[in-house]
C-alpha cells in the first residue's frame, strides 16, 4: 500500500511581504502530476495547511481546488490541522467531505479518528492527531499527570487503544525532540514543546508535519517530510521533495523522496554592488528567483534595493558583510572631551561605528560641515 506524505502548506504565506499564493498554486500542480504517475492508495497531510488560524479567500480557494481534485482522482485524503490552522474551521464540514474520501480531523476532544484500509498484507489503520497542548488534552483527562507535551502526546496515545500487532500510521504535528528547526517556524521559548519520539514506538509509521525540513528522528520512519517550498533563507541550502511511503507486511516500510522544483527559487547571490550587477555575472541565472543580496562593500550603496530589482526584481533582502557587520565594539565614553576637537570626536565615533578610519575626503567633508555649523 503507498502513500503521499505532505505538511505545512502555509497557503496564504507571505515571505518578507512577498505574497506566494502563485507559488504555492503552481507546486501544488506539481505535486497533482506526482500523485497522477505514482498513484498512492491516500494522501497523508500533517497540518499546518494555512499559514493563519484565518485564511485568506486566496488560500481557502487553492486548498478547495487541491482537494476537488484528489476527490475526482478518487485518491483518499488524511489531513489534520496544525498550530498554524484553526481546528475548528478546518474540519468543517468534515462528515460531509468524509464521503469523498476527505477525511478532516475534528478539533480534539479526546477521541482520535481511525480509519482502516485493507491489502493482500491485512488492514492498515490510520490515526489523525491534529496538533495538541497539554492544556487542552489535561481538561479533557483531568485525572492523568499532564506536565508536558510529551505526557499530552502519551495520554492521547494510550486512549487511541492501538493494537501492535496490525500495521498503524499516525499523522500528528508536534515537534519531535532532536528535530532540526528553521527560521520560517515558530519557537516556544525553552523547547517546552518537545515530545519524545517514544510516545509514537507502537506505529510503523508516524507522518509528522511542523518542521520544515525533511529528516528523521531516531528511526527512518519517524519522519518530517517538510515543506513543499522554501519560505525563509535559513532554507536556501534545503532540497524539497515529496515523501512516498511503501507499506509490505508488518515491519516493512520503504521510504522513498521524489523532487520538487519550485517555479521560483529562494537564494543567496554575494559579492560587491559591482559584481552584482555585472551582466556576465547574472545574464546566465534565473534573476527572477526570490533573492537575498549580501553586498561586501565597506560603504552602503545609494539606493542598492532599487538599483538591484532594475535586474532582480524579486529582491527579498538586503544585507551587508563587511568590516563594520563583521565586527561590534562597544562605543564606552569619550575620554577628555573638553580637550578634544568635534571633528576629533566624530573621528573616533565613525571609526568605532564602521570599524575602520574615515577616508580623507570623508574628513575633509565633516570638517566643512563642523566649521560651517560653527559660524552660525
Aim: include cysteine; charge should be negative; charged fraction near 30%.
Amino acid at each position: 500500500m503507498k502513500f503521499i506524505h505532505l505538511s505545512d502548506l502555509h497557503l496564504g504565506k507571505r515571505v518578507l511581504e512577498f505574497s506566494m499564493i502563485e507559488d504555492q498554486e503552481y507546486i501544488l500542480k506539481e505535486i497533482l502530476t506526482i500523485i497522477n504517475n505514482e498513484k498512492p492508495d491516500g494522501v497523508l497531510i500533517a497540518g499546518d495547511v494555512y499559514d493563519k488560524s484565518v485564511p485568506s479567500e486566496d488560500a481557502m480557494c487553492l486548498w478547495d481546488s487541491f482537494l476537488i481534485s484528489l476527490a475526482q482522482k478518487k485518491v483518499p485524503v488524511f489531513a489534520i490541522s496544525g498550530n498554524h490552522d484553526s481546528a475548528i474551521r478546518f474540519a468543517d464540514h468534515g462528515e460531509l467531505v468524509d464521503s469523498a474520501g476527505i477525511h478532516l480531523s475534528p478539533a480534539y476532544d479526546g477521541k482520535v479518528k481511525k480509519f482502516t484500509m485493507e491489502d493482500s498484507f491485512g488492514p492498515l489503520n490510520i490515526f489523525l492527531l491534529p496538533f495538541i497542548k497539554p492544556a487542552a488534552v489535561r481538561s479533557i483527562y483531568p485525572d492523568e499527570e499532564i506536565k508536558d507535551y510529551t505526557d499530552a502526546c502519551r495520554v492521547a496515545v494510550e486512549k487511541m487503544q492501538v493494537d501492535p500487532k496490525e500495521r498503524n500510521v499516525i499523522v500528528a504535528h508536534q515537534f519531535v525532540t532532536g528535530a532540526a528547526r528553521c527560521d520560517s517556524e515558530e519557537v516556544v521559548v525553552g523547547g517546552i514543546d518537545n515530545v519524545d519520539a517514544s510516545v509514537f514506538d507502537d506505529f510503523d509509521y508516524v507522518a509528522l508535519g511542523h518542521i520544515h525540513g525533511k529528516q528523521s528522528i531516531g528511526r527512518a520512519a519517524v519522519r518530517y517530510c517538510g515543506t513543499p517550498l522554501k519560505y525563509s533563507f535559513s532554507e536556501k541550502d534545503h532540497k524539497k521533495s515529496v515523501t512516498v511511503i511503501d507499506f509490505g507486511e508488518k515491519g516493512k516500510v520503504d521510504i522513498s523522496e521524489i523532487p520538487l522544483v519550485p517555479r521560483h527559487d529562494l537564494r543567496e547571490i554575494r559579492g560587491t554592488f559591482n559584481e552584482l550587477t555585472l551582466k556576465e555575472n547574472y545574464e546566465n541565472t534565473d534573476r527572477d528567483d526570490y533573492i537575498h543580496a549580501v553586498l561586501t562593500d565597506e560603504n552602503d550603496v545609494i539606493d542598492a534595493v532599487g538599483k538591484l530589482r532594475v535586474i532582480y526584481p524579486n529582491l527579498m533582502k538586503l544585507s551587508y558583510d563587511n568590516k563594520r557587520t563583521a565586527m561590534q565594539q562597544e562605543i564606552n565614553e569619550a575620554v577628555d572631551v573638553e580637550k578634544r576637537s568635534p571633528a576629533e570626536l566624530f573621528d573616533e565615533f565613525y571609526e568605532k561605528q564602521n570599524n575602520q578610519k574615515m577616508s580623507d575626503e570623508q574628513r575633509a567633508f565633516v570638517e566643512d560641515c563642523i566649521g560651517s555649523i560653527w559660524e552660525v
